[in-house]
């Protein structure tokens, strides 16, 4: 029987990842450049053994080889230069639409997110990639006098196209890792017990650009909520403070599922209990995006 720690800790990622948005666009391309990948390493595989003894066969299917793995090698080093853009999940922290008297209002608040995973797999098929592509440049051209020199200007040109990448995707890395550092020593979690209440505390400034937190000294930003302009009409002002308060609410209902998960982080014991202080630590670092998000600290 599953204990009550781990019912509320997969209530919790249950929760989360049904705030996951999947960019289609740029998932089926990451998915189609990986299917590519494979194959071509497939077709390489077979065409060294079952075409050994038919150069003319081998060589046309190397050349299709090689062009499909140059296209790879710049998909994924483009990749690797905007990794944060080319990352196919994000986080939805709210969604609202309203019809005023003169328009109709929707938005919603993304937090866009990167994965260490995602950019290492980059790497990995980077580097396989480029390995394959010079091999097979050179054994497809190297009874060919007059094409070494562009065999060596291939191999050296993309050589100088991964390393800037490469240099990028790692720098990309320690970004990641220095944030999670960062918010796992927040004070959001340092001095749990002071802000454990925080939203008890919660206000609306004038016109609503923000909330503030008086008691804290803290305060969130300016564009979460939608600001109720003096030019509205009384109904419309009514239907903004609608909006705003169940805007609130959402944030007001992951701020107790997060109090609920530090808490018991918190208390677990690392010698009975790693898999449970793992899953914990994964769902703390999503709702400290979350509330980078949200604040001005």
Known sequence: MESTNGVLLKENEKMLKSMYVIS???????????????????????????????????????????????????????????????YFKSLKVFDYKAQLSESKIEGQRIIELNSVGFILLNILISFISTLVFTYLMYITFEHYTDNKVWVEIGAISIHLLLIPAFVRMFETILEISNNYKKLLSHFLTTQFDSVKHLFEDAKFDLHSTHLKFESYNLRSRNNIFLINSDHYNENDKKIIASVNEVILENYKKLWIEYTKVYSLFRNLNPKENMHLIRKARSLLVVYLNIWNDFFIF
């Open 24 to 86: 289609k666009k740029t998932f089926r391309n990451f998915i189609l450049n990986m299917v590519l990948f494979l194959v071509l390493l497939l077709f390489v595989i077979l065409n060294q053994l079952v075409f050994k003894e038919n150069k003319k066969v081998q060589i046309i299917i190397n050349m299709v080889c090689i062009g499909c793995m140059a296209y790879l090698i710049m998909a994924f080093t483009i990749i690797g230069w905007f990794s944060t853009e080319y």
